[in-house]
């Protein structure tokens, strides 16, 4: 069975300082992977996904994450974090490509900006 | 050219009451999944739903909650008989593929349940 562990519930960093959000997967077979951003009370937002192709993957706000299938990893980095990146971030995973639709989800890991 | 809508954003209702949350899909979606979330915690799986169809509803308690998504109209998740556990976002996802796409999903902005 599939899983996703994202091991830091909490991230804090200083403003303008990179970081680096974790995010390990378990499957036997490929899969594609997920990135989504919750900013306060509102619902989730694509940040980027892994599907094929190259295993670092760009998306928005500055955000960049790299696939490491040996490592079964899809950790998440921005090189210089802003105030208004503080959000919850979730990662996810889903197999690829079959008729299991299902995302399965890590628990989040907050990423909490000191000025 | 509108994504995910649900209403209401925020329901107050009282134990034993019914709560009915809305969820429009984006335009041309025909999935459409429910989430729960509550405090400090991540996305729960309810229910997965195609027009007039309900794929999976693993996720969802067997007693006092259901689901549709109907033919013309959007996705309702009704709650019957509230209790205070039952406080918690729900979430709304839509998605333009089923089975076999990549299964990147659009969202709502949420609707905040409070049982009193």
């Known amino acids: 069975a599939q899983s996703v562990t994202q091991l830091d519930s909490q991230v804090p960093v200083f403003e303008e300082a990179p970081v680096e959000l974790r995010c390990n997967y378990s499957?036997?077979?490929?899969?594609?992977l997920f990135w989504y951003v919750q900013y306060p009370n509102q619902g989730l937002q694509l940040l980027l996904k892994y599907l094929s192709g190259s295993t670092l993957v760009k998306g928005i706000n500055g955000f960049e994450a790299e696939f490491n299938k040996s490592q079964t990893s899809f950790h998440l980095r921005k090189p210089s974090v802003h105030i208004s990146d503080t959000a919850e971030y979730f990662c996810?995973?889903?197999?690829?490509?079959?008729?299991?639709?299902?995302?399965?989800w890590g628990a989040g890991t907050k990423l909490i900006i000191k000025p | 050219n509108a994504g995910v809508m649900q209403n209401p954003r925020h329901l107050v209702r009282r134990r034993g009451q019914e709560a009915r949350l809305r969820c429009s899909p984006m335009k041309g979606h025909s999935h459409v999944y429910w989430y729960r979330q509550l405090p400090e915690e991540g996305l729960k799986f309810m229910v997965y739903?195609?027009?007039?169809?309900?794929?999976?509803e693993s996720g969802m308690p067997k007693e006092r909650f259901s689901a549709e998504f109907p033919k013309e109209g959007p996705s309702i998740l009704r709650i019957q008989q509230v209790v205070r556990g039952d406080s918690a976002a729900y979430f709304c996802?839509?998605?333009?593929?089923?089975?076999?796409?990549?299964?990147?999903?659009?969202f709502g902005e949420g609707s905040r349940l409070t049982v009193l």
């Open positions: 499957s036997s077979v490929s899969v594609y």
């Open positions: 739903l195609q027009k007039e169809n309900i794929i999976d």
């Open positions: 996810a995973v889903r197999q690829a490509p079959d008729s299991n639709y299902q995302l399965i």
């Open positions: 996802a839509s998605t333009l593929q089923g089975p076999g796409g990549t299964g990147e999903l659009f």
